[in-house]
């Protein structure tokens, strides 16, 4: 049975994280180890990180990862952006190392006022001056396929494989897939030939091993809409039969996948979200009776 987690709060310390992901039912878990709507972060002290670790210990979580703030943006032509980009990265990795994460997940970043080419090589760069300063540890970094909005980069797995392919040391880069992402972006995976194609240019142009996580998140805008909206599962655009596709996939089966959608409680029935969208999951791996 694959793995399978949330995103979840780490408001009031990292280590609560821990307590929400167990009681709803994770397998793994996502956060963010600062806000991620602000550059600037209080390092984590000796005592946050020990109870982050005994907490871990404590439960039968895996797979740890976080989600680096959404102020970076490594394809900036702005000097001042584009360094300041490289700052937070450094800074959310070392977070990562300390705290044993596996993996830390970056979009890539807009162009903006340069072009496509302009923007995978500032990636490039940016990702290899950061890991440059970070002494390696546990935390990979992953570059997250994007929806497409504006001139974000990371829609295509081409322009992945180009920004994989540019850094040296590539064994600390990684990519997360995420679903709504790819389906926005135009990758028909809400079919089994579109999957099936989506899969097939994965295998063909990206590193064995190179896909490390999965963002599991179904679509409230049309296939090719470029934006970015996530629906519960199997109650969007790419519905159910396309997740037992992902999850069942010999590539993606083994990765740790994370829900990403919204928190709350269903009105009727007055269930957890998290709770529902992980059963559903884990039903599409269910054996037919
Ligand atoms: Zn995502």
């Not at 390696?136 to 997250?144: A, D, I, K």
């Not at 980069?153 to 880069?173: F, P, W």
Request: with cysteine; net charge negative; proline share 4%.
């Amino acid at each position: 049975m694959p793995l399978f987690g949330s995103h979840v709060s780490a408001a009031g310390g990292v280590s609560k994280a821990v307590a929400r992901a167990v009681e709803v039912g994770c397998d793994c878990l996502q956060i963010f180890t600062k806000n991620n709507n602000r550059w600037a972060a209080k390092p984590l002290s000796e005592k946050d990180i020990a109870a982050w670790r005994s907490a871990m210990d404590e439960s039968t979580l895996s797979n740890p990862i976080a989600h680096a703030s959404y102020l970076i943006n490594l394809a900036s032509p702005k000097d001042d952006l584009f360094q300041k980009s490289i700052d937070a990265l450094v800074v959310e990795l070392e977070r990562g190392n300390q705290l044993e994460l596996e993996g830390l997940v970056v979009h890539p970043g807009a162009f903006t006022t340069s072009d496509e080419a302009d923007g995978l090589d500032r990636v490039i760069a940016g990702v290899t001056e950061a890991l440059a300063r970070v002494e390696p540890g546990s935390c990979r970094l992953l570059l997250e396929n994007t929806a497409g909005q504006g001139s974000c980069l990371g829609h295509t797995i081409e322009q992945l494989a180009t920004m994989i392919g540019g850094i040296s040391d590539n064994k600390r880069v990684g990519v997360c897939l995420d679903t709504c992402h790819a389906f926005a972006a135009g990758y028909a995976i809400h079919t089994d030939d579109g999957f099936a194609e989506m899969m097939k240019e994965i295998r063909g142009k990206l590193p064995k091993g190179c896909i490390a996580a999965l963002h599991l998140n179904d679509s409230k805008k049309p296939l090719g809409s470029r934006v970015d909206r996530h629906e519960h599962i199997g109650r969007g655009e790419i519905g159910l039969d396309a997740f037992r596709n992902v999850i069942s996939d010999p590539l993606l089966s083994t990765l740790p996948g994370y829900l990403e959608t919204e928190k709350g409680t269903d009105e009727e029935t007055g269930e957890d979200w998290d709770k529902i969208n992980l059963r559903t999951l884990r039903g599409l791996l269910a054996p037919e009776i």
